[in-house]
């Protein structure tokens, strides 16, 4: 189980952490990932990172702003997001995968809603 939570609302400019549990299993020898979903919009790839850490990958929309990490002995990914805006309002959602790339990722958690004013 995956359990995303953090988000909120926030003004333009602003920054949030989002996090991600797992529980059940573990997902260390996984690549976890975050995407998000804006209203009438398709769900789209936020980042990701490999299982080891040695590798990250972001959409081009959100690098330089966001930051992805793990910590495997709390089970948990976080997004770090910096100089939000209102094109960031979705409903994010944490994954996890064999590979941190490809569009069918294995497991998926509920998301969390974040809200960006302007």
């Known amino acids: 189980q995956l359990q995303a939570s953090g988000g909120g609302l926030v003004q333009a400019g602003g920054s949030l952490r989002l996090s991600c549990v797992a529980s059940?299993?573990?997902?260390?020898?996984?690549?976890m990932g975050w995407f998000r979903q804006a209203p009438g919009k398709e769900r789209e790839f936020v980042a990701s990172?490999?299982?080891?850490?040695?590798?990250?990958y972001y959409a081009d929309s959100v690098k330089g702003r966001f930051a992805i990490s793990r910590d495997d002995a709390k089970n948990t990914v976080y997004l770090w997001m910096n100089s939000l805006s209102p094109d960031d309002t979705a409903v994010y959602y944490c994954a996890a995968n064999p590979e941190p790339y490809g569009s069918s990722w294995s497991y998926w958690g509920r998301g969390t809603q974040v809200t960006v004013s302007s």
């Open positions: 059940g299993r573990t997902f260390s020898s996984y690549a």
């Open positions: 990172i490999s299982w080891d850490s040695s590798n990250s």
